[in-house]
């Protein structure tokens, strides 16, 4: 299990949910190659479809802030965020859980 979790709320434009999504996966599919990444997913919210949450995974911390200080990061996140009127990142780590792994 990863104890270490980057997650953001995303509110594309208007009209733009399609491309916003194409270029989410294709960040994505990039930073999940990184060293100590995991899966990335990305969900709309039932209540608000206008709002989408990003969720990834990582081995610790290290792997985070090696994936933020890559020199390719500023510019593919530009690539989704051109199509995003309002973005907020967090990085979260695990203090408990509960029940049995999906």
């Not at 990184?34 to 209540?47: S, W």
């Amino acid at each position: 299990m990863s104890d270490v979790y980057t997650t953001g709320s995303w509110k594309p434009f208007p009209g733009q949910e399609a491309a916003f999504v194409e270029a989410w996966i294709e960040f994505a599919n990039w930073a999940s190659g990184l060293p100590g990444a995991g899966t990335a997913h990305l969900a709309r919210d039932f209540r608000d479809p206008e709002r989408f949450v990003s969720l990834m995974d990582w081995e610790n911390m290290a792997g985070v802030r090696g994936w933020k200080d890559s020199p390719e990061f500023k510019e593919r996140m530009s690539r989704v965020q051109k199509h995003v009127d309002k973005f907020a990142p967090t990085e979260l780590e695990v203090v408990a859980s509960a029940g049995t792994p999906r």
